[in-house]
């Protein structure tokens, strides 16, 4: 009986494991990650800016996009976004509420210059794709609890 039991669980265990497998190696679409950064806006005070980035990690045309080279790209992409954003912000000087569009569009073109200058870093076609999207861009108060 118990050798019976102890086949069942070990096919049971081969079973449960060979189906999760093919989910391992999944990847989403897309990837997204934030950073927080102060300002100042006028007769407001400080805030905290958030933003947060998508980035679409297999565009339209799928070819160019399923190189190593291409997934190295955006990995690197993904870590220096954040630093391109956080020097718009920290060079902003005292802002409005309506220059954040402003402020907005300068970081989403300094992401796409900062894109075209390691697409040549990792042999990659200026015509390749880059589809990102500032999703969040929001002001929080700061909370002193």
Partial sequence: MARLFSIASLIILLVASNSYAGFSSYDSPYSSDSVIAPIQIKDKGMYN????????NEPYERKPYETDAYENFIRRLKVEWSGVA???VLKAKEQSINDLALLKSKIEAEIAKLADSLKGKYSLDKKVEVVFSLSNFFLLEPNDN
């Fill in 49 to 56: 800016l958030v933003i947060s980035i998508q980035f679409l």
């Fill in 86 to 88: 956080l020097l718009q």
